[in-house]
């Protein structure tokens, strides 16, 4: 990334934080201009992602005990009704590369475990391109319950759930995250963009760099674009500072 696009990044990053925290306006006379702009924190919504200390061997148990809360939550009543299970997360609590998705289908309803259908079977491909392990790595989704029919999350929903990933993301304090789809995307930024306008670039949530792909479920529709989210991908390895692996032929 040059220097032009670090700026531009760092641009949309102080925007979206002052849109989340209200202001609307700047007074942008010389005289204001010499005042230091102070951007108030944005008001939590919900005690999930107020801020705590956190020890790395805290980190599983509170991820645990994260995950208790969330089994427990009624927030959207539709959803609570309809789930066979809540799908909190995987992988490894301490992991440096975290995978966000939209929301569990069928397949992570009935085993509680997100990205297990052949959705999860080509993320899982991906990341074995990527020189990880699923393990080391941890997945989660933006929404814990399966929406009836695999619909697209409310946007209600996602703001009844979100906390629950924030907080996921504060416990795990991952080096780097991938957004699957524009929903997770826009989950975390805020920002309406299509997610063909968003890959490709480094974005930033809470000082985490975040690199928007396409969804597995859309490679599997589209499978010309594994291309595409490959090239992503080098992106991010490059970011953690690995090699890229070479990809058999």
Same mark, same amino acid.
């Given at each position: 990334?040059?220097?032009?696009?670090? !700026?531009?990044?760092?641009?949309?990053?102080?925007? %979206?934080?002052?849109?989340? #925290?209200? *202001?609307?306006?700047?007074?942008?006379?010389?005289?204001? !201009? =010499?005042?230091? &702009?102070? *951007?108030?924190?944005?008001?939590?919504?919900?005690? &999930?992602?107020?801020?705590?200390?956190?020890?790395?061997?805290?980190?599983?148990?509170?991820?645990?005990? &994260?995950?208790?809360?969330?089994?427990?939550?009624?927030?959207?009543?539709? !959803?609570?009704?309809?789930?066979?299970?809540?799908?909190?997360?995987?992988?490894?609590?301490?992991?440096?590369? $975290?995978?966000?998705?939209?929301?569990?289908? =069928?397949?992570?309803?009935?085993?509680?475990?997100?990205?297990?259908?052949?959705?999860?079977?080509?993320?899982?491909?991906?990341?074995? /391109? $990527?020189?990880?392990?699923?393990?080391?790595? +941890?997945? /989660?989704?933006?929404?814990?319950?399966?929406?009836? %029919?695999?619909?697209?999350?409310?946007? $209600? %929903?996602?703001?009844?759930?979100?906390? +629950?990933?924030?907080?996921?993301?504060?416990?795990?304090?991952?080096?780097? $995250?991938?957004?699957?789809? #524009?929903?997770?995307?826009?989950? &975390?930024?805020?920002?309406q963009i299509g997610i063909t306008k968003m890959r490709g670039r480094w974005y930033y +949530?809470?000082?985490?760099?975040?690199m928007p792909t396409y969804h597995p479920a859309y490679l599997l529709r589209n499978p010309a674009a594994k291309r595409e989210v490959w090239q992503?991908?080098?992106?991010?390895?490059?970011?953690?500072?690995?090699? *890229?692996?070479?990809?058999?032929?």
């Amino acid at each position: 990334m040059n220097e032009i696009d670090a !700026l531009i990044d760092e641009t949309i990053r102080a925007l %979206e934080q002052m849109k989340r #925290a209200g *202001i609307t306006h700047v007074d942008v006379r010389p005289e204001t !201009l =010499a005042i230091p &702009l102070t *951007i108030p924190p944005t008001p939590a919504s919900s005690a &999930l992602v107020a801020s705590q200390p956190i020890r790395p061997a805290d980190t599983e148990t509170q991820l645990q005990q &994260l995950a208790a809360e969330a089994r427990r939550c009624t927030r959207c009543a539709e !959803l609570a009704q309809c789930r066979t299970q809540v799908v909190f997360g995987t992988g490894n609590p301490r992991a440096e590369l $975290m995978f966000i998705g939209e929301a569990p289908g =069928a397949d992570e309803d009935a085993q509680g475990e997100p990205f297990v259908g052949r959705a999860g079977q080509l993320l899982t491909k991906i990341i074995q /391109a $990527m020189g990880f392990a699923r393990h080391e790595v +941890y997945i /989660a989704n933006v929404l814990k319950c399966r929406p009836p %029919e695999n619909r697209t999350p409310l946007p $209600m %929903e996602v703001q009844n759930c979100l906390p +629950y990933l924030q907080r996921q993301i504060e416990l795990i304090q991952p080096r780097a $995250m991938v957004a699957l789809g #524009a929903t997770a995307m826009r989950a &975390l930024l805020d920002i309406q963009i299509g997610i063909t306008k968003m890959r490709g670039r480094w974005y930033y +949530y809470r000082g985490i760099p975040i690199m928007p792909t396409y969804h597995p479920a859309y490679l599997l529709r589209n499978p010309a674009a594994k291309r595409e989210v490959w090239q992503d991908m080098q992106e991010v390895v490059r970011q953690l500072g690995r090699e *890229i692996p070479r990809r058999s032929t």
